[in-house]
C-alpha cells in the first residue's frame, strides 16, 4: 500500500471544522494534516467535498454481509450489541483480515430472563440456544462466558415487550445489579437495554454505564436527568427504531433518497420502509425532546442505527440508517458538528477505540469524503464521494 494525499477538501476532525487541509495517509494510518505534500506521492483531489473521520454505529446487529453495506455508506466500524459467538467469531476474524468490510466490536449475546427478550422477535430465525439467567448467582457465570467469547462489552436486558407489541419475561433488578458488578470487577462496560423509563430508572440503579435504546413511554423528567448526570452514563437513543415503533415512516423516505436507491438489495430497501407500529400512541416529539434535554445537560449521546442482520428489524438497513439517525440528532436540537461527533470521537472515546474517530496523525486512515459540508448541513453525509478502511479506497 502506498501513501497519499487528500487535498482542498474542508476537514472535519472529529472535534471541530479546520477549514481546507492537506491530509496524508502512509499504509494504514495518518501521517500529516496540514503538513507541505511530499514530491511524488498520490494527490487525490477533495475539492469542493468534506473530509470526515469514518463513522462508527454504536449499535448494530452484524454479520460479514451487513460490514460490506455498512462501508459502502462511510460506516468503518459498527458496535455489535447481540450476536451469537457462532457467527460473530468469523465476523471478527473478518474484519480483521479485509478492509472491504466495516470493523466490528461486540457484546456478543445480550443477557435476558429465560423466555425473554428478543425471543420474541425471532420468529422464524434458526438460532442457538439462548442463554438466560434466572438467579442473581449466576449472573457473574454469564459475564465470565461473554468474556470467553470475546466480548467487549457486556449487555443487559430490561424489557417488558410492552412497547414491542408483545408481553415478555423481563430480568429481575437484584439480577442486573449482579451482572453490572461481576462486569466492572472485570473491566468491562454495561450497556442496557431499555425502552421505558421503568427499566431505564432500574438500570441507572443498578450502575449501569450506558443505553442502547431512549424509553419511549413518557417524558424526560429533571429527575431523571439528574439520575443520569449523576451516575456519569452515556445515551445511544435509536431514533430510527423510536420513529419505527411509533409509526413515522422515516424509513421509507430514507429509502427515497437518490443517494440511497438502489444502493441496496431491494429486500432492505424494503425493510427500511416498513415499520414496527406496535407503539403508534407513542409520542415521538418527547423522545426528541429527551435527546435535547440529556445532551444540554452534558450526557453523551452517541449515534447508533440498530440496524440488523435479518429482516426482524422494521424500518432500519445497514450503513444508510446511521446517516437517518445523524438527521434525526439534529432535529432533535443537536447542532451538525455535535451529530458528527456522536459517530465519530464520542462513541470512540467512550468504547475505547483510541485509534480512530479522528483525524490526526497516527490515527487509523478511516475515511469518509462526501460532497458539500454536513457541518453545516447534516444530510450532505449521504453525498458520498470515496470511502477508505485502513488506508485503502473501498470500491464503489
Given at each position: 500500500m502506498t501513501g497519499y494525499v487528500i487535498e482542498g477538501a474542508r476537514v472535519f476532525d472529529g472535534e471541530q471544522s479546520l477549514g481546507v487541509r492537506t491530509v496524508e495517509v502512509e499504509g494504514a494510518r495518518i501521517v500529516a494534516v496540514g503538513a507541505v505534500v511530499p514530491a511524488g506521492v498520490e494527490?487525490?483531489?477533495?475539492?469542493?467535498?468534506?473530509?470526515?473521520?469514518?463513522?462508527?454505529?454504536?449499535?448494530?446487529?452484524?454479520?460479514?454481509?451487513?460490514?460490506?453495506?455498512?462501508?459502502?455508506?462511510?460506516?468503518?466500524?459498527?458496535?455489535?450489541?447481540?450476536?451469537?459467538?457462532?457467527?460473530?467469531?468469523?465476523?471478527?476474524?473478518?474484519?480483521?483480515?479485509?478492509?472491504?468490510?466495516?470493523?466490528?466490536?461486540?457484546?456478543?449475546?445480550?443477557?435476558?430472563?429465560?423466555?425473554?427478550?428478543?425471543t420474541q422477535l425471532r420468529g422464524g430465525v434458526d438460532d442457538p440456544e439462548l442463554p438466560t439467567v434466572s438467579r442473581p448467582e449466576d449472573a457473574a457465570g454469564f459475564v465470565d462466558d461473554r468474556i470467553a467469547e470475546g466480548a467487549d462489552y457486556i449487555k443487559v436486558m430490561i424489557e417488558s415487550g410492552e412497547t414491542l407489541g408483545k408481553q415478555v419475561p423481563v430480568i429481575d433488578a437484584d439480577i442486573v445489579k449482579a451482572a453490572v458488578v461481576a462486569a466492572h470487577d472485570r473491566d468491562r462496560m454495561v450497556l442496557a437495554h431499555a425502552l421505558t423509563i421503568e427499566a431505564t430508572r432500574q438500570a441507572l440503579a443498578a450502575g449501569a454505564d450506558g443505553f442502547t435504546h431512549l424509553f419511549i413511554d413518557?417524558?424526560?423528567?429533571?429527575?431523571?436527568?439528574?439520575?443520569?448526570?449523576?451516575?456519569?452514563?452515556?445515551?445511544?437513543?435509536?431514533?430510527?427504531?423510536?420513529?419505527?415503533?411509533?409509526?413515522?415512516?422515516?424509513?421509507?423516505?430514507?429509502?427515497?433518497?437518490?443517494?440511497?436507491?438502489?444502493?441496496?438489495?431491494?429486500?432492505?430497501?424494503?425493510?427500511?420502509?416498513?415499520?414496527?407500529?406496535?407503539?403508534?400512541?407513542?409520542?415521538f416529539d418527547a423522545a426528541l425532546a429527551a435527546v435535547k434535554a440529556l445532551h444540554a445537560a452534558g450526557v453523551p449521546i452517541l449515534a447508533g442505527s440498530d440496524a440488523n442482520h435479518h429482516f426482524g428489524a422494521r424500518g432500519m438497513a445497514h450503513g444508510v440508517s446511521l446517516h437517518g439517525e445523524l438527521q434525526l440528532l439534529v432535529r432533535a436540537g443537536l447542532t451538525p458538528i455535535e451529530a458528527l461527533r456522536a459517530a465519530t470521537s464520542v462513541p470512540a472515546a467512550t468504547f475505547g477505540l483510541d485509534d480512530r474517530g479522528r483525524i490526526t496523525p497516527g490515527a487509523r486512515a478511516d475515511l469518509l469524503l462526501v460532497d458539500g459540508d454536513p457541518t453545516s448541513t447534516i444530510a450532505d453525509t449521504l453525498s458520498i464521494r470515496e470511502v477508505w478502511r485502513s488506508g485503502s479506497r473501498t470500491a464503489r
Open positions: 494527490r487525490i483531489d477533495g475539492g469542493g467535498a468534506t473530509l470526515l473521520p469514518g463513522l462508527i454505529d454504536a449499535h448494530t446487529h452484524a454479520d460479514v454481509e451487513m460490514l460490506g453495506y455498512a462501508l459502502q455508506f462511510g460506516i468503518t466500524t459498527e458496535l455489535d450489541l447481540f450476536s451469537f459467538p457462532q457467527t460473530m467469531d468469523a465476523v471478527r476474524r473478518a474484519a480483521a483480515e479485509r478492509t472491504d468490510i466495516a470493523d466490528v466490536r461486540s457484546s456478543s449475546v445480550g443477557m435476558t430472563a429465560p423466555g425473554g427478550h428478543p413518557g417524558p424526560c423528567t429533571p429527575d431523571l436527568i439528574e439520575a443520569f448526570t449523576a451516575a456519569g452514563a452515556f445515551m445511544i437513543p435509536t431514533l430510527n427504531l423510536l420513529a419505527s415503533i411509533t409509526n413515522q415512516r422515516l424509513g421509507a423516505v430514507l429509502a427515497r433518497d437518490s443517494r440511497v436507491a438502489g444502493r441496496l438489495p431491494q429486500a432492505w430497501t424494503d425493510n427500511l420502509g416498513a415499520q414496527f407500529d406496535t407503539l403508534p400512541a407513542g409520542n
